[in-house]
Structures are given as C-alpha cells and as structure tokens.
C-alpha cells in the first residue's frame, strides 16, 4: 500500500548481528553503524575504496553512458568560480540551429554566470541566449537581449530532474521549483492510468514537466485484486494495463513487492517481459528492506537481477538507501555492479537523508525494532515535534499517521552518492497538511549545500550530474523530451536553475517540511521565468508531459 500523505513507500533496514541474550541489544545511530560495520566484515571499507575507482567507468544503461562525466574536476569545486581544467568550448546539442549572427538579439540571456553542463563538462563564465524556449547560444563575450536575467556569482544548471516524485497536486510542484526542480517524475507509480494521469496533471496546470512510470498497483487496486497473488486471466490483464499506459506514453513500469507482498517472480517478469519490449526500466521497490533471514535485502536485489537477466529490461532500484541497500550499502553497490558488468542495464536513486517516512499502520513497522535495530525513541510523527513511545506508536498505527525512523547511516548515504550511475530522487512530494518527510521540499539543495558545500563529498559538477543529466541519458533514448532536457547546449531546451552554491540549503525538517529550500535565484522551464531573484512566478505554467516517444 502507498504511505500516507504521497510521501512515498520508504523502507529501510538496518543490520542486527545475533542477540544469544548475552549483550542487550543496542538502538540508535551509534548502534547501527557499529552492527554495520559487523555485517560487512571488512567488506565494505573495500567497496567504498572500489567506488572511488569506478567513477570512470562506464554504465551500460542505455547507448549513451548514464554516469558522470569523466571531464568533471577530481578536486571538489564547490564555489561559484568555474574550475582551472574543465572544457571551455561553449557545447552545441543541435548543429541545425547554425550560427547565430553576433547582431541577434535573443528573447533572453542569463547574463556572466558560471555555466555548468555536466553533459560534456563545460564549465566557465559564460553568457546563455534563450530564444522561445530553446537555448541557442553559449557565449563567452556578451550578448544582446529583450531581457537579461544577472547571474553574477550564480552557478548556471540544467533544471533538476526528479527521477522518484509523485504526481503533480497543483501545491507540492511550487516546493519543487524552489528546490531548483524542473521536471518532476513519478517513477515510483503514477497513481493512475495513464490518460488519467495526464489529465490530472494538466487540471493542475504545473509549472515544471511531469511523467511517470505504470503503476502496478494502481492496476490492482482497479482490478480490486489487493496484495493477493495475480493468476490466469487476472495476470494477462494486469500486464495488458501496464501495456497499454506504455502505449499511452509511460517512461517505464512500477512494481512494489514488498508493499504487495504476494507479488510472485512471475508477475515480475511478465511486467519486465512489457519493459523490455519497449526499452523502458523497470522500476522497483524491491521486497525487502530488512538484513534478517528469511527475506533480507540481498536476497531481493538478487530477485531484481534475476528478472532483469531473464527478461533483457531495464531496471532502476528505487531508493536504494532505504530498500535494498541499508545497512549493507557498499555491498549492495558492489552486488549490483558486479551485475552490471555482466551487461545488466540497471540504475538506482537516492535521497540525501537518514531518516525514511511511511504510515506507522504498513508492514514495514512490523517488529521493526528487530528488523531495524532502532526504539520508540527513534520514530517522529511527521508535521510534528513528537517523538514517540510504545503507546504513542500504537496511537499513530491505528491512526496511519506519516512516520519517519531514523536508521540509516551516513555511511550508506555517502557511499550511494559516490557511485556514479546513482542519481537523486526525492521520493516525495508536499500536500496539504504537510504530513510530509522534507525531502518532498528540500532533497536538492540538500545535496549541494549539505554534501558539495559543507562537507565536500562531490564536486559541484558531479553533484549536477546525478539530477540532470544522468536521468537525461537515462530516458532519452525512449524520450525525445528527456533527450533536449538535463544540460545547458545551444538546441537544448531552456529548462535552466540559476542558484547560490553560498547559500543553497535544505530547511525543511520533519516538525515542518513545508519550509522552502534556499538559494535557488531563478528557475526557467522551457525559457519561461517559475522563479525570479528568490520568488515563484505563481501566474507562469509551462510545465508539458514527458513521454515516451509513441512512433
């Protein structure tokens, strides 16, 4: 079932070693990352050294490499001075725009910023000329424009890419926009059948792109087949919806097994059978999140896997940090490339926080102080300052209140936004009345002030990598959309951030995630202002439907 709220199905689990009665087990963060550090048995330190190795190597995801740039500085640049080594040869995505004449005088220039695509590794001070609503020129000598927007000491991006939201509410997506969002996709079901879905979307009239997976779930819950296993014609019928919302435009398919537990290995490869034939991933909330026996994590990425060899497809692992890799991160990564490096086309997200959110009334807080290693103490109510108790937890159970668990480990954070074909998803979206987990509202600007800025973990190239151009590459060959979107090149759409990497920061939390993220100046979508000097443009809508392409 979905969480409360539309702030996503988010699991985790935490490693607990044998309790014989001898040692009280322990909660808490400290406990995890010492139970961590004893499940990985040395392996871990190993694969983090590893992933430091393979930011060079190229994925297999789709025809052009979905990893980052090998052009991207090794040192952490994290100011808004461009680094010394980069490319500085303005990048063109479409030579039929031809030359422009230096006498042209755009619709729109973004004036002396430090322009970064992380598509070709472009870094410099330069000058961007938007004409309608595509970027025609990069320019490193001043341009004549029907308007300028000064991006003095501003970092120039493609718009962010959210490859794990939900659809848009006609509220969340303005959160979005001030979190440097552009293109909001619900890869984790979009909650409908297609042409439902895009309806809804465009009565909400958004101001960023939206798209989405087929959502398995959704399909069911029509069907009125619950969480029960699907057989026979049920089955053949099921997969003809998800057929068919493919058909209608969607960019891949969603299954969530540990939420529809009796979800059996053949339903998952009848759906990526349909994932294969039209190249799109399928995306999966894998079956368990927990390190205990019988069902651990390992065993459901080596499900996933399983599927993706048998049937050809795609597959993305939704937020690995809370379903497939907690507690075990390294190992999960090292699991998942081994299969990549077998020729698996795969990916995963993540977001930039330890702590998930579901309904206390789901499975997954079923004994969760055993599976998760964690206490009452460890659970806040989301929308409040309560942290809970034995009786508050079984209050907010019978009451499905949003519930955030703090048990993951910074560790397993750091380790998945080192790897280099893992991109950010939010896994959220904000609705009224904000009982909502603060990455629905700050998932971006975390990365780059909290892990670029503070703490130098990526450079600010790289960081751009995992929310532009990576879900860019990853969609565009079956996207003609996605293929014009995620980098700043003359024939490339204007969907374009302009923020402060001094200032850009996360301040939602979870008493009150309906707090904008600060530091994102301007934001275009396809060269129209959303943004403006710090303030959503509410009266511009320009967001479109990204679909796979249908011919």
Not at 487 to 508: E, H, K, L, M, N
Request: proline share 6%.
């Amino acid at each position: 079932m979905y969480a409360v709220g539309s702030t996503g199905n988010v699991a985790l689990m935490e490693d607990q070693p044998p309790d014989d009665g001898s040692t009280p087990v322990e909660s808490g963060p400290a406990a995890i990352a010492r139970r961590r550090v004893l499940f990985g048995l040395g392996f871990g330190a190993a694969n983090l050294a590893l992933l430091r190795r393979l930011s060079t190597r190229p994925t297999r995801l789709s025809a052009t490499p979905v990893t980052a740039p090998s052009s991207v500085p090794a040192t952490p640049s994290t100011t808004g001075a461009p680094a010394a080594t980069t490319p500085t040869v303005p990048p063109v995505l479409d030579d039929s725009i031809g030359v422009v004449t230096d006498d042209h005088v755009y619709d729109t220039v973004i004036v002396g910023g430090r322009v970064i695509d992380p598509d070709s590794g472009f870094d410099a001070v330069a000058h961007v000329g938007i004409d309608g609503e595509t970027i025609t020129r990069i320019s490193l000598e001043p341009l004549s424009a029907s308007g300028t927007i000064d991006a003095t000491g501003l970092v120039v991006s493609p718009g962010f890419i959210d490859i794990l939201s939900y659809p848009p509410n006609g509220y969340g997506e303005w959160f979005k926009v001030a979190d440097g969002v552009t293109t909001n996709l619900n890869l984790h079901g979009i909650d409908d059948p297609m042409t439902d879905f895009l309806n809804k979307a465009a009565d909400n009239d958004p101001p960023v792109n939206y798209g989405g997976a087929a959502d398995q779930y959704e399909h069911r819950k029509i069907m009125e087949l619950g969480i029960g296993r699907a057989r026979g014609d049920d089955l053949d019928e099921l997969v003809s919806r998800a057929e068919a919302d493919v058909l209608a435009g969607a960019l891949g398919i969603h299954e969530q097994p540990e939420y529809t537990v009796d979800v059996s290995f053949d339903e998952m490869l009848r759906h990526g059978e349909v994932a294969a034939r039209y190249s799109v991933p399928l995306c999966l909330h894998v079956r368990y999140s927990e390190n205990l026996t019988p069902g651990t994590q390992e065993e459901a990425l080596d499900e996933a896997i399983r599927v993706a060899t048998q049937t050809g497809c795609r597959l993305h692992i939704e937020h690995i940090n809370s379903t497939g890799g907690t507690g075990r991160m390294a190992e999960a990564i090292a699991q998942l490339e081994a299969a990549r490096s077998s020729g698996i086309l795969i990916s995963a997200c993540t977001y930039p926080y330890t702590f998930w959110a579901t309904s206390a009334a789901t499975a997954r807080y079923d004994n969760f102080r055993e599976k998760y290693g964690i206490s009452w103490g460890d659970l806040q109510i989301a929308g409040t300052n309560e942290r809970l108790t034995e009786e508050t937890f079984n209050a907010a159970r019978r009451e499905y209140k949003l519930t955030a668990a703090f048990a993951m480990s910074d560790d397993d954070i750091d380790t998945s936004l080192l790897t280099p074909w893992v991109m950010i998803g939010s896994d959220a979206i904000l609705e009224r009345p904000h009982n909502n987990h603060p990455r629905s509202t700050g998932c971006f600007s975390r990365v780059l002030g909290h892990y670029v800025r503070e703490r130098g973990l990526l450079s600010l190239p790289d960081a751009l990598a995992r929310m532009t151009i990576l879900p860019a590459r990853m969609l565009g060959d079956i996207s003609s959309d996605m293929a014009r979107r995620g980098r700043i090149q003359s024939g490339a759409v204007a969907d374009i951030t302009v923020f402060d990497p001094a200032t850009i920061i996360d301040r939602s939390t979870i008493a009150d995630p309906a707090r904008e993220a600060e530091g994102v100046r301007h934001v275009l979508v396809a060269g129209r202002a959303v943004r403006t000097n710090g303030v959503n443009n509410r009266d511009v809508r320009p967001g479109v439907p990204i679909l796979r392409d249908l011919t």
